[in-house]
């Protein structure tokens, strides 16, 4: 079985930067598209940030130029680094990605990481 867990969530001041992880294991061939999505209380979840396998990145316009994504296709990780954090981007994150099990791809996600930003 395949597995996502997030990490690095937490508090803090509007400003400041969080690093988020993603750390996928399991019987895993390959991994495709690597996502980040956050849903606040009573919001729909949103797409964050999306990154393929060849390293091509896209950013939700609330976040562009303050979110980076990145990864390790070596070690099956995925980061988010979050800078200039506004109060509106507290949130639940959750990693989401496609991952190929021996011959079929299938979708995945983690259980999610609080971060709050305080003002």
């Known amino acids: 079985q395949v597995q996502l867990v997030e990490s690095g969530g937490g508090l803090v001041q509007a400003g400041g930067s969080l690093r988020l992880s993603c750390a996928a294991s399991?019987?895993?061939?390959?991994?495709?598209?690597m996502c980040w999505y956050r849903q606040a209380p009573g919001k729909q979840r949103e797409l964050v940030a999306v990154i393929t396998s060849g390293g091509s990145t896209n950013y939700a316009d609330s976040v562009q130029g303050r979110f980076t994504i990145s990864r390790d296709n070596a070690k099956n990780t995925a980061s988010l680094q979050m800078n200039s954090l506004k109060p509106e981007d507290t949130a639940v994150y959750y990693c989401?990605?496609?991952?190929?099990?021996?011959?079929?791809?299938?979708?995945?996600w983690g259980q999610g990481t609080q971060v709050t930003v305080s003002s």
């Open positions: 399991g019987r895993i061939r390959s991994i495709n598209d």
């Open positions: 989401n990605a496609d991952i190929v099990v021996f011959a079929i791809r299938r979708n995945y």
